[in-house]
């Protein structure tokens, strides 16, 4: 045989294989009277078992046009969320919960009721209280502590209400995040944009409903499964974006290739697809045949609205951007003008909050302090120009790490850190909201003096999924997902909305 | 000990109810000849009925001489209770003598209603003599809202407006006039600071020290948590007042302006003044009380096939959200066709797309209409002269339009607008206080908000 000939052969055999492997299952089910009835039981079995299905929140899922616009149970006061996460959690003592009990502390050994019986991720032996890295003052009517790390944002408390007392039950950075962005913190639950855009659908068909942007370098730690679906239909999952060069990798046509020639061939592909639905019914092939008619209008659509470039010059001062890079402010930018298209929800990730004080750029004098400045004006712009453009009323906001950080110093294998760092800590830290009806100008929540652990407002991951989702107008408890025999929710058995920061 | 054997009532109870009440149909069946065959059974039935009224009766006594109960509702109970079990044993007794049908239908009748009486009396003791009737209240006593509205707060009687209305709905069914748990009564000022059988219920003025602060604040698990856990819980508001009310002295007689009002304590206070004593609990804010009906499904679908997102802004309701992001480049006539859904079309967003100010005019009469986007549209000062009607806009959305101060003026009957955007248009800073006198309690934003160049965003901290 010759080379060609060997591979037509092999070619042939994959083909044959592939097939045989559909055809197997299919053809049970098909030719197999009892493999029928079972299933048939089966669905009236589920039928008549759930007694509760009228209770709970109906969601028409559409295969075919996944991403239309749907309802919410009740009216939601926001339309859209905006999430910029801080991955690898900044210090909440260098930011917004100023301490001065601790500042008095500063140098002295931990008092060993604070480490009896406490597990950190690196702390080990007698650490030292570690005062504020920071100068602190009360702004605006509402009299919030903002550090002097954000000078600009801390002009535009009174729109904001804070969490100070946000507490987690994960102390390393994947688990943490998969726990704030998914209710669990272990790998396979859909994420909260997915659970969003499968309950709502996408204001904007040409668009994606759910968009991811990165900066700082780095992934989260938790890795793509943060915006997955899990077990929602992978439509739903997150869709990462870029700010620099093409928004969505490989949208482009590649040389040679015309519009015209691509039209023809998405449609040769669907003719295709709808062949194969006639005769398998699989509502995922319809899936398929709209995620390809909407990446063909994604085309032309988002390399025009990601493009930050056509914005005017003052905006791109107002937020800080730098064209060209690949940066936060640009994110941030972006992330805004997603929200004016119609985008359900946006998901930033900032990487490099992990102030150990193990090395320059991880410490709460140099490094987190370069962080703060990165994100102070665009986060202080993005406020503005959402609610210049009448968006912060139904945008909700969302600013957080996956934990906070200790009141002492690291001392990594016993040894002190050679710069001024905390450890992860899971008992307190803060995450702010804004717009999309919240409280503004509001407080929740508080502290000890050393702003060791939370005493009062206590929340956690789960009552602030409740409260996003209870924002965009769904009951948590209601908005559930039937996979492997129960119904699952994104807040699981947990969660408690939290009403005081309600408007 | 008595005491001990009392607690057994709640369970014995059921006995006599079940076993008379059968006894009793039985005995009114059997007149009926097809039933005959139950007469042997009746006799036994009444004895073993009859010995549970007796042992109920006694429990029941020894349960009401416990101490948490006193008042009118447990003597009924227990003279009707007493009556019960005399006429079951004279039931009893007489049965087998008497062959008058009619004189024992009437017996076994009269028994039906005594054990019925008895048993709603006895119902009510423990669950609160309006627990049966409370589902058909509208205001639903179950966790609605404990306090009513106070329009004039700071008039308003801290006591008699808000304490107790707060004690009353959550309290008053255990430790009110027909049950003191505890021996605890709260219903009025004498019972409230003598206390109850653990000592004092309040410390005037330190509100963490008084008792009925603590067991409310104790966990949900605790057995001395307040209200008990399968009650309506307080919720954080109304705690907050109440200990506002202990640690300033717990006056039965102040009113709301003579009490020192912290930051702390207003937003709580500013919530009872507007009765969203349960601020941000579930509901369909935003939308009219009135519900439509549904609008037209073809014009529904005409609007889709013309790219328009058109959904209804809840599950529950016919009111309509459009949206024209994807139909920017629409025909003349699209918009045309919103004037057949112009009473569901609640928010409208026509940002960026072809709207004018002629084509404008197919949303006069969208009466309802609260949300409005023309962002970036071509409309002037003429076009808004379309929205003069539209009373039930809130926020209404013109960046980037070419509209003026002339044009504004045009909606002075806009009574309900909450947000005006007006950045980049051409209204200036010098018209914002003709706008704010036309419309006074709209906020206006002209945007144009400057982020000035700190030191800091320019430069990074570099390691020494």
């Known amino acids: ?503 | 000990m008595l005491e001990f054997f009392g607690r057994f009532h709640p369970v014995f109870v059921h006995l006599p109810i079940g076993i008379l009440l059968l006894a009793c149909i039985c005995i009114l069946l059997t007149f009926k000849a097809k039933f005959a065959g139950l007469k042997p059974a009746i006799p036994l039935m009444l004895l073993f009925g009859t010995l549970s009224a007796i042992i109920s009766c006694f429990t029941g006594y020894f349960l009401a001489h416990s101490g948490d109960y006193e008042g009118g509702l447990v003597s009924n109970h227990q003279w009707m209770g007493i009556n019960v079990a005399i006429l079951s044993v004279v039931l009893c007794i007489i049965y087998k003598k008497v062959k008058s049908k009619i004189a024992l239908g009437i017996m076994a009748t009269i028994l039906v209603v005594l054990i019925s009486i008895t048993g709603h009396l006895g119902g009510s003791l423990t669950h609160g003599s309006d627990y049966l009737t409370a589902p058909l209240k509208s205001d639903g006593a179950k966790g609605g809202a404990a306090i009513p509205a106070i329009p004039n707060l700071q008039e308003a009687f801290v006591y008699q407006n808000a304490i107790q209305p707060l004690l009353k709905s959550r309290c008053y069914s255990c430790h009110g006039s027909e049950k003191q748990k505890g021996k605890l009564r709260l219903d009025q000022e004498a019972y409230i600071l003598k206390g109850g059988e653990n000592g004092h219920t309040l410390i005037k003025g330190k509100a963490d020290e008084s008792e009925l602060i603590k067991r409310i604040l104790l966990p949900l698990n605790d057995e001395d948590h307040m209200a008990p856990k399968e009650k309506p819980q307080l919720s954080t508001n109304e705690i907050a007042l109440l200990k506002w009310w202990i640690d300033n002295g717990a006056d039965f007689k102040k009113k709301f302006k003579d009490l020192p009002q912290t930051a702390k304590i207003k937003p709580v206070l500013a919530s009872l003044e507007n009765g969203e004593n349960n601020a941000g609990e579930i509901k369909n804010s935003g939308i009219p009380a009135e519900e439509v009906s549904a609008a037209d499904d073809k014009t529904l679908k005409k609007l889709a096939d013309a790219s328009v997102i058109i959904v209804p802004v809840a599950q529950n309701t016919n009111y309509l959200s459009a949206n024209f992001v994807n139909a920017q480049s629409m025909s003349k006539d699209v918009l045309n066709l919103i004037k057949s859904i112009e009473k569901q079309l609640l928010w409208l967003k026509l940002e960026n797309s072809k709207v004018n100010d002629q084509t404008l005019t197919a949303i006069k009469g969208c009466k309802n209409l609260s949300r409005l986007s023309l962002n970036n549209t071509a409309i002037t000062d003429t076009g808004l002269a379309q929205l003069k009607e539209l009373d039930q806009l809130q926020s209404l959305s013109l960046v980037g339009t070419k509209v003026t101060l002339k044009g504004i003026n045009q909606l002075k009957k806009l009574k309900n607008l909450k947000f005006l955007y007006l950045y980049q248009t051409n209204v200036t800073k010098n018209d914002l206080a003709a706008i704010k006198k036309l419309l006074p309690k709209t906020s206006l934003d002209t945007g144009n908000y400057k982020v000035p160049v700190l030191v800091q965003d320019t430069t990074v901290v570099k390691a020494p």
């Open chain 1, 1 to 503: 045989m010759t080379r060609d000939e060997l591979n037509a052969h092999r070619l042939i055999k994959e083909a044959h294989e592939a097939n045989a492997r559909l055809h197997s299952r299919r053809h049970f089910l098909k030719e197999s009277a009892m493999g029928l009835g079972a299933l048939a039981m089966g669905s009236l079995l589920g039928s008549c078992g759930d007694l509760f299905a009228d209770k709970q929140t109906k969601i028409a899922y559409d295969p075919a046009h996944p991403l239309l616009p749907k309802s919410p149970p009740l009216v939601g006061k926001a339309k859209s969320v905006i999430y910029l996460h801080m991955a690898g959690a900044p210090s909440q003592l260098e930011l917004f919960d100023f301490k001065p009990e601790l500042m008095k502390m500063d140098g002295q050994d931990c008092p060993p009721s604070l480490l009896a019986g406490k597990k950190f991720a690196f702390i080990t032996g007698v650490p030292k209280m570690l005062g504020p890295q920071a100068t602190f003052a009360k702004h605006g009517q509402s009299g919030a502590l903002v550090s002097d790390n954000l000078p600009h944002f801390s002009t535009l408390v009174d729109e904001v209400t804070f969490l100070k007392a946000v507490k987690t039950d994960q102390f390393n950075h994947a688990p943490a995040q998969l726990l704030v962005h998914t209710g669990s913190p272990r790998l396979g639950r859909p994420s909260m944009g997915s659970w969003v855009t499968y309950g709502l659908g996408s204001e904007n068909q040409n668009l994606p409903g759910y968009v991811v942007l990165t900066s700082g370098g780095s992934f989260p730690d938790a890795g793509k499964s943060v915006w997955g679906s899990g077990f929602l239909p992978s439509v739903y999952q997150g869709v990462q974006c870029r700010s620099e060069g093409d928004p969505v990798l490989f949208i482009k046509d590649p040389d040679g290739m015309n519009r015209d020639l691509r039209k023809a061939s998405i449609e040769a592909i669907n003719k295709a697809n709808e062949q194969q639905y006639q005769e398998y019914n699989d509502p995922e092939i319809l899936s398929r045949i709209a995620q390809y008619e909407m990446a063909y209008r994604m085309q032309i659509s988002a390399p025009e609205v990601m493009n930050i470039n056509d914005e005017p010059a003052y905006i791109h001062e107002m937020y800080g951007t730098q064209p060209g890079k690949a940066c936060f402010a640009n994110n941030v930018l972006l992330a805004r003008k997603l929200v004016e298209k119609g985008v359900r929800y946006i998901q930033l990730f900032d990487w490099g909050w992990d102030a150990h004080g193990d090395s320059p750029n991880n410490s709460l004098n140099i490094g987190l302090k370069n962080k703060c400045r990165s994100i102070d004006r665009p986060i202080t712009a993005l406020l503005l120009d959402l609610k210049q453009r009448g968006l912060l009323e139904e945008t909700l906001v969302v600013w957080g790490g996956e934990f906070g950080r200790t009141p002492m110093m690291e001392n990594r294998n016993g040894i002190q850190n050679p710069f001024k760092g905390r450890d992860h800590h899971t008992e307190a830290f803060t995450i702010w909201m804004a717009g999309g009806g919240v409280k503004k100008g509001f407080t929740y929540g508080e502290t000890d003096e050393i702003g060791y652990s939370a005493i009062s407002g206590k929340v956690d991951a789960f009552d602030i999924q409740a409260t996003i989702l209870n924002q965009l107008g769904f009951d948590h408890e209601q908005f559930t997902y039937p996979f492997q025999g129960r119904p699952f929710r994104l807040t699981d058995v947990a969660g408690k909305v939290i009403r005081e920061v309600v408007a």
